[in-house]
């Protein structure tokens, strides 16, 4: 399958939402089109360049996203806000005569586990983050079993490098992701870590 890429200086996960300020013709007229077909794009983090303008060079590994709302933003541009559906890997990717980047993709498989009790400790710290900022996902109580999810989470979360966001995204495996975060988190706490 073949998508439209978008280059960020950010990290997007499964089920993440951001807001997007649109402004380059390349993208307004990719946003336009995924409007009028209900299609999406996919976010790719940014390895070397600029958001703006051409030769941006993107990990080949990010998450497809589809259009959740919009408006016009009080500066005149163009706000969307979208969230993450599913991972892919970017196989060939080329620039099109607009200087639209675009990919071919495949889908990576999500590990759909339960959280072992081991591992209890990550979903109580995301409960303790969602009460204390009244996040919209506590209502989805049953789902803080599933280690994917609360993985994605915190993740997507977490002040963490955007480069060590980066490599959470490309883990295939939830406890694997808890317990890179785990050694992120101790770094953090011993002040050897900068927030992003």
Request: charged content about 30%; glycine content about 6%; some cysteine.
């Amino acid at each position: 399958m073949t998508i439209p890429l978008f280059p960020l200086n950010m990290v997007i996960f499964p089920e993440g939402e951001t807001q997007l300020r649109i402004f380059e013709p390349r993208y307004i007229d990719m946003i336009s089109e995924c409007l009028r077909t209900d299609s999406g794009f996919g976010i790719c983090l940014i390895k070397e360049g600029k958001e703006v303008g051409e030769n941006t060079d993107f990990f080949h590994m990010g998450t497809f996203v589809k259009i959740i709302d919009w408006d016009q933003m009080d500066d005149g541009l163009l706000g969307i806000r979208v969230k993450g559906e599913r991972r892919f890997r970017v196989n060939n990717a080329e620039i099109r005569s607009d200087n639209l980047n675009v990919g071919e993709v495949e889908w990576l498989d999500e590990d759909d586990a339960i959280l072992p009790d081991s591992y209890q400790s990550f979903s109580d710290l995301l409960k303790v983050i969602g009460n204390r900022y009244e996040l919209p996902f506590l209502t989805d109580s049953e789902r803080f079993d599933e280690a994917n999810w609360v993985s994605d989470r915190l993740a997507d979360l977490l002040p963490f490098e955007i480069s060590a966001k980066q490599e959470l995204l490309e883990m295939d495996n939830a406890l694997h992701r808890f317990d890179y975060m785990q050694g992120l988190l101790e770094k953090i706490d011993a002040g050897d870590l900068a927030y992003s």
